[in-house]
C-alpha cells in the first residue's frame, strides 16, 4: 500500500531551528512535495525534491533520499508566524500525489 | 491560492440533500483535483481530471461526481449527503497531467452534513 508518515505535533523555539520528517511508501515516485497550511487555509506550495539531495529557498531547505525514501523540511531561525501545518506529499507512478496528515508546528516565543 | 476560486466558502446541508461545490481557475491549467481533508487523515483525492472532457476516481470517490466540460470549471457533486461527508474540500489544479507540476489550491469549502 502507499503511505506517508510525519509526527503530529512539533514544538520549538523562536530563532531555533526545526526539522520535520517524512518517510514514505508509494507505487513508483515522481517527486516530493512539502506545503504549508495556515489553519482554516489553503495549503500553499513551499518546495519539490525528484533528485537526492538538498534544496534551499531562504530559511527553508528540503531534503530528499530516495533510496531511503526519507525527506525532512528544515526551518531555520524560526518566527512565531511559522506556526502552521506542514504537509509531506509524495508523487507515484500515476502521478498522484499521496499526502501525509500534516505536522502541526508551534514557535514558542 | 492564486487563480483558483471555491464556492461556497461553508454549508450547512440536511442529510439526503444534493448539493454541488463550484471550483473555477483562470491560469489555463490542463488538469483539476477534488481533495477532502479531515483531521489525523490528511489530504484524500475523491475525483481529478486530466484534461477538459475526461475525468477519473481518486482514492475516496463513493457519493461525488464530477464533470469537466471546460478548462476552467470543475464542479464536485453530492448527490445524496451523509454525516461521514461532513470535511473540507478542497479544489487544485497544475498546468498538466502527467507530470511533476505544482499543484495550487482554492481556499476550500467547509461542508457540514446533519
Known amino acids: 500500500g502507499q503511505n506517508i508518515d510525519q509526527p503530529t505535533e512539533m514544538t520549538a523555539t523562536e530563532g531555533a531551528i526545526v526539522q520535520i520528517n517524512c518517510t514514505y511508501q508509494t507505487s513508483g515516485f515522481n517527486g516530493l512535495f512539502w506545503y504549508q497550511q495556515h489553519a482554516g487555509e489553503a495549503p500553499t506550495f513551499l518546495s519539490y525534491n525528484v533528485l537526492d539531495g538538498l534544496e534551499e529557498k531562504g530559511r527553508f531547505s528540503s531534503f530528499l533520499s530516495r533510496s531511503k525514501g526519507f525527506s525532512y523540511l528544515h526551518l531555520k531561525e524560526l518566527q512565531i508566524k511559522d506556526s502552521d501545518s506542514y504537509i509531506c506529499?509524495?508523487?507515484?507512478?500515476?502521478?498522484?500525489?499521496?499526502f501525509g496528515s500534516g505536522t502541526r508546528l508551534l514557535v514558542r516565543p | 491560492t492564486a487563480g483558483i476560486t471555491q464556492a461556497p466558502t461553508s454549508q450547512i446541508l440536511a442529510a439526503g440533500r444534493s448539493m454541488t461545490l463550484r471550483c473555477t481557475q483562470d491560469?489555463?491549467?490542463?488538469?483539476m483535483y477534488w481533495y477532502r481533508q479531515d483531521l489525523g487523515l490528511g489530504l484524500r483525492l475523491i475525483h481529478y481530471?486530466?484534461?477538459?472532457?475526461?475525468?477519473g476516481k481518486g482514492e475516496v470517490p463513493d457519493g461525488y461526481s464530477v464533470s469537466r466540460a471546460n478548462t476552467d470549471d470543475f464542479p464536485l457533486t453530492l448527490a445524496s449527503a451523509v454525516p461521514s461527508q461532513t470535511s473540507v474540500y478542497f479544489c487544485?489544479?497544475?498546468?498538466?497531467?502527467?507530470?511533476?507540476?505544482?499543484?495550487?489550491f482554492g481556499p476550500g469549502t467547509r461542508l457540514t452534513v446533519l
Open positions: 487544485a489544479s497544475s498546468d498538466s497531467a502527467g507530470g511533476t507540476d505544482t499543484q495550487y
Open positions: 481530471s486530466n484534461t477538459a472532457g475526461t475525468t
Open positions: 506529499g509524495a508523487m507515484d507512478s500515476s502521478y498522484k500525489l499521496i
Open positions: 491560469m489555463r491549467h490542463n488538469a
